[in-house]
């Protein structure tokens, strides 16, 4: 099978930055889509960007413009880069992977949390 492990999350200021990452390990054979979806607490998970494996993403609104989501095919790896966060932008983010043996499989979770 397969396993996806997200760092990068932590402490931060508003108005900073953050660079999430996410690699894709075990008997991968291909991976479609990769994206992150992030949940605030009291809140259902929400997708916050994705990226099919050819390069074309998807945004939610609220982060457009700061965040850019890319990938290294040759790594199994996904990025979010975030910019300009905001206290709205805190939460736990979970990246996933539709991988084209084994289907959607998703990280364990990374903590961003932002101080104003």
């Known amino acids: 099978q397969v396993q996806l492990v997200e760092s990068g999350g932590g402490l931060v200021q508003a108005g900073g930055s953050l660079r999430l990452s996410c690699v894709a390990s075990?008997?991968?054979?291909?991976?479609?889509?990769m994206g992150w979806y992030r949940q605030a607490p009291g809140n259902e998970r929400e997708l916050v960007a994705r990226?099919?494996?050819?390069?074309?993403?998807n945004y939610d609104d609220s982060v457009t413009g700061r965040f850019t989501i890319f990938r290294e095919n040759a790594k199994n790896t996904v990025y979010l880069e975030m910019n300009s966060l905001k206290d709205e932008d805190a939460g736990v983010y979970y990246c996933?992977?539709?991988?084209?043996?084994?289907?959607?499989?998703w990280g364990q979770g990374t903590r961003v949390t932002i101080s104003s």
């Open positions: 075990g008997n991968i054979f291909g991976i479609n889509d």
């Open positions: 996933y992977g539709d991988f084209k043996l084994w289907g959607r499989y």
């Open positions: 990226i099919t494996s050819g390069g074309s993403t």
